[in-house]
């Protein structure tokens, strides 16, 4: 039962690098989000996904990219990483409106 | 002013209390009331899940709604050890107006249970 899979689980990033983090669910869920969660801050909503193929912002989307190409897997992208975003990222799926998430174990992302 | 206010603690009981905890929000329109647990470097979990108004028992945990006060409350009964964790509520709206199912949190209480 693997439910939602987060990968990598650490990453420690030089300033200005590139990376993408890959969210896998096998719940068929439409639904797709990617948080950060930062101490004193609670969980901000960076970018989500209603379906295959569509995203749009949340409440912190700059300095990120999402896509998804396919409805079971939701990609996040930092072109150009700064300390700002050193922060523990979650990945979360449901089924749609109405209903709880699913969340990953997270990726502890430090920026130096 | 946040959607979802919660008092971030810290919470510390000794094993065998009640605890309490709750958050307020602001926008009517919720209707979907959620408590997720939280243990330390890991990922949220769901814990209860309420439809509007009145209360939800599971075990040990009892989840209350009041939408006249725009107020939510989870109880837990004879608390362990174990439910040491950051407690985190989630509420959406669903239909016209909501924002796609998206859950507004409130900042999570830190809750410990001593021996």
């Known amino acids: 039962n693997a439910g939602v899979t987060q990968t990598p689980k650490f990453r420690v990033l030089k300033t200005g690098q590139s990376m993408t983090l890959l969210c896998a669910q096998d719940m068929n869920h439409e639904y797709m989000y990617w948080y950060r969660q930062d101490p004193g801050m609670g969980l901000r909503l960076i970018h989500y996904?209603?379906?295959?193929?569509?995203?749009a912002k949340g409440e912190v989307p700059d300095g990120y990219n999402v896509s998804r190409l396919k409805k079971q897997n939701f990609l996040l992208g930092l072109e150009s990483a700064a300390p700002s975003q050193t922060s523990v990222y979650f990945c979360?799926?449901?089924?749609?409106?109405?209903?709880?998430?699913?969340f990953g174990s997270g990726t502890r992302l430090t920026v130096v | 002013q946040k959607e979802v206010e919660q008092d971030p603690g810290p919470l510390s009981v000794p094993e065998g209390a009640i605890v309490s905890l709750n958050c307020t929000y602001s926008?009517?329109?919720?209707?979907?009331f959620m408590w997720y647990r939280q243990y330390s470097r890991k990922g949220p979990e769901l814990l209860m899940y309420t439809y509007s108004s009145g209360n939800k028992e599971d075990g040990r945990f009892t989840a209350q709604v009041d939408k006249s006060s725009k107020y939510i409350s989870l109880f837990i009964r004879d608390s362990q050890p174990s439910d040491s964790a950051t407690y985190l509520c989630?509420?959406?709206?669903?239909?016209?107006?909501?924002?796609?199912?998206?859950?507004?949190f409130g900042r999570g209480t830190q809750l410990t249970v001593w021996p």
């Open positions: 989630a509420m959406s709206a669903v239909g016209r107006g909501s924002t796609l199912g998206r859950l507004y």
């Open positions: 996904s209603v379906g295959e193929g569509t995203t």
């Open positions: 926008n009517s329109a919720f209707q979907y």
């Open positions: 979360a799926s449901s089924t749609g409106e109405g209903y709880g998430y699913t």
